[in-house]
C-alpha cells in the first residue's frame, strides 16, 4: 500500500499569525540579550529562519509505502524488525495520522498523514509485523502546541 504525503505540515497563516509572531520572537529576543543569555538568542533566531524557510517553500510531496519487509519514507527504508510499535490517532478533519515509533532511542517517533487512506486497512496490513499501541489515544503535547501555533 502506498500514498504520497507532504515533506512537512502546511499551514495556512495570516497576518495576525505573523504579527504575533514577530512580537513574540522579538520578546524572546530581547529578553536573552538583557540577560546575556546568547545561546538563547541563537536559538530563537535559527526558529524563526526555521519557519520562514518553511512559509516560503512548499513542501515537496514524497511517497509513503508499507511493504512485506518494511516501511518506505522517499528515499528511507525502514525494516519492521527497527520498528517497536505503531498506533493512530484518528479524528478527523483535524488529525489522521499513523504513528511509528522506533526501538533505537536515537530515532524520533515520527507521525505519517493518513490523508485520504483508510486506517483499517494499513493496520490489517501493519498489524502481522509490528504491534499496535492501543493505549495510544491521543496526540501528543509538542504534535499539539506545534499544531495549534502552526509551526
Do not use: C
Not at 546568547?38 to 511517497?63: H, K, N
Not at 524520533?108 to 486497512?121: G, K, T, W
Amino acid at each position: 500500500m502506498s500514498w504520497e504525503i507532504d515533506e512537512f505540515p502546511r499551514y495556512e497563516r495570516g497576518p495576525f499569525w505573523y504579527m504575533f509572531m514577530l512580537l513574540f520572537g522579538g520578546g524572546l529576543l530581547i529578553y536573552a540579550i538583557v540577560t546575556a543569555n546568547f545561546l538563547f538568542a541563537l536559538i530563537v533566531l535559527m526558529l524563526a529562519l526555521v519557519i520562514y524557510l518553511s512559509s516560503v517553500r512548499e513542501p515537496s510531496r514524497i511517497e509513503f509505502a508499507i511493504t512485506d519487509l518494511g516501511v518506505k519514507i522517499g528515499r528511507t527504508f525502514l525494516p519492521y524488525k527497527d520498528i517497536r510499535r505503531f498506533w493512530f490517532i484518528y479524528e478527523p478533519p483535524e488529525v489522521k495520522n499513523l504513528h511509528l515509533d522506533f526501538k533505537s532511542p536515537f530515532r524520533p517517533r515520527i507521525a505519517i498523514d493518513l490523508e485520504d487512506q483508510n486506517p483499517n486497512e494499513i493496520r490489517g496490513i501493519l498489524a502481522h509485523f509490528v504491534f499496535e499501541d492501543f493505549e495510544e489515544d491521543e496526540e501528543h503535547f509538542s504534535d499539539y502546541i506545534g499544531r495549534i501555533l502552526k509551526i
